[in-house]
């Protein structure tokens, strides 16, 4: 018998939603019964998600990638010959070659969809823990250099540079200092971190262990959503598997440095992306947000000096260790450095993972990568950054996504996620929708937040239903500035953002005037 | 997840939840802040949080049954009440409302016979409403007891509820 075929089929959360468990046994049935001999490969997913469940085949020439295959669709593939890579409506030739992932940037995805994540073989094969190695090798302020030389800042939404953040924990003086990865991704149109966590969680966990080493902090935590099992599940796995190779533990590699880490399960709570409501969340608390100062950099979890990064921050770091800051600091533009997985959500045709280098703009994601809008109609518009983030109407899709260029629109680049609508949106109904989530996961400390939302939700419901509109409009201008200035974190601080796009962009959806032209306007 | 089967589950003997509480402390011991992995635990192996269990808990916590029911009832994911046999997750978030998911959940809502935030009068299904599951460039998504179902329909939803016993 000839040698085993390899086929590579995702075990991603987004093509298990899709039925990849159910293609996968089809394909082992099917070649069975034909008495092939496939050796089926479960990887992560490249994030060209419109196509999931896809299957590659293994070919001399590279892996070729069918999709979306259904279980039903399996028979016809081994009939027209996939194992050998040739033709069928599903092809799309070499995964390589498609349009879609060979115009990325990837650098922070560079192993996800390629290889199996739980396999330290792989992981090593593609250049994993080359940072963790070369930042064993420096000392403490050499490694929080690198990383503030690269220019990363925290993509988990407030663009704080990363390397600075550091710098604080290094300098503070404690008996015991933490590393905490804030993986509790509940904004909606974003999935990098889930994906992440799924397809490479080697990369995350060495990310933790070079922070560790940097700032001197022996323990680490990840974070992580409930509704993310799957994520939790790699996680628990691949720090099992690290750890029995010496990559986690009391020294590392034989190092005498040590580094572990555990995973939390969150249970629910929005706010918990809040990086001091997460730190009561890990002490078994409530999460109610803390006023700051102190800084968690200062005083944070247990009351200790703590980093605490998104996973893509955290992920981002082994590149920079291994190829050096200038490398990664040459993507980007202006003080957005790097590359930023995007996240291409909501009423899109070609939805998914594209990681490119700062300075791209969303007409080049919505239309070039995302093919435009799903449903066939016209895209309306485009919410970035999550609930919190501005919804941002045609006219502003040439900005560059950078993040000062964002400020400079009201809007924020954010996790980078985006979620595109058509034109049968309600943007007043996005808008009191935007308030309503507020008031369900508001944590409730802050009063702004916690009554203003549930006033702001009222009184959209009253514009829209024409009661004292043009008064109830000043209103909630004023009531989103007392929120914008005193909430105490972004959720009540940020929930205007969507709020006043939509009544400044959308103003008919209101019942308001509508702009007039551009045209018009300049007369 | 495990799911009650019968009414004999729904309402755990004492001594069951003694057991349920100390087995879940025994595993996390030690542990700092702790009290997330212990309520995950015993929700767990009870399929909810009964209310009997909040003393124990505090006892052994060292901490007020005021601080634990307030962990308990800040966090959506933490029931004080039985779930039924199937929980339904649809996710409300802006991707998947702009994939029509505001009609899925009423769909849902109208096959089930129940609200967001209830079960069905025979305790068959429990319906919920969720925050995004991370699924957004296949939207609208749901969960079924923990399993996720992207580029929902209302056609689909009827079959695999049906496949469910629902």
Known sequence: MDAAITLFVPKDSAAIAVGADDVASAIAREAA?????????????????????????????????????????????????????????????????????????????????????????????HEGFKGLEAALAMAPAAIVDQVVDSGLRGRGGAAFPTGIKWKTVLAAEADQKYIVCNADEGDSGTFSDRMLMEGDPYALIEGMAIAGLAVQATYGYIYVRSEYPYAIAALEAAIACARDAGWLGASIRGSGRAFDLEVRCAAGAYICGEETSLLESLEGKRALVRAKPPLPAVKGLFGKPTVINNVISLASVPIILARGAAFYRDFGMGRSRGTLPFQLAGNLRHGGLVEKAFGLTLRELLYDFGGGSASGKPLRAV????????????????????????VGISAMVGHGGLVAFDETVDMAKMAEYAMEFCAIESCGKCTPCRIGAVRGAEVIDKIRHNEQREAQVVLLRDLC??????????????????????????????????????????? | MHTPQDSSEFNPSDETVQQAVRQSLQRYEGQKGNLLPVLHAVQHELGYIPSSAVPLLAQALQLSRAEIHGVISFYAHFRDQPAGAVVLEVCRAESCQAMGSDALAQHASQRLGCEFHATTPNGAATLEPVYCLGLCAQSPAVMINGRPHARMTPEKLDRLLQAEGV
């Open chain 1, 33 to 125: 019964s034909r008495g092939l001999s496939v050796d089926i490969v479960r990887n992560g997913s490249r994030g060209l998600l419109w196509l999931e469940t896809l299957v590659e085949v293994e070919t001399p020439q590279g892996r070729v990638a069918y999709g979306p295959v259904e279980p039903a669709d399996v028979p016809g593939l081994f009939d027209a010959g996939w194992l050998q890579g040739k033709p069928h409506t599903l092809a799309h030739g070499l995964t390589e070659e498609i349009p879609y992932l060979k115009n990325q940037e990837r650098l922070t995805f560079a192993r996800v969809g390629i290889t199996d994540p739980l396999s330290l073989t792989d992981y090593r094969a």
């Open chain 1, 481 to 523: 500035d007392t929120m914008l200035a005193g909430s105490l974190c972004a959720l009540g601080g940020m929930t205007p953002y969507p709020v006043l796009s939509a009544l400044e962009h959308f103003p008919e959806d209101f019942g308001l005037p509508a702009h007039q032209p551009a045209s018009t306007q300049a007369a």
């Open chain 1, 383 to 406: 919410q970035v950054g999550g609930p919190l983030g501005a919804y941002l109407p045609e006219s502003q899709w040439g900005v560059p996504l950078d993040y000062e260029a964002y």
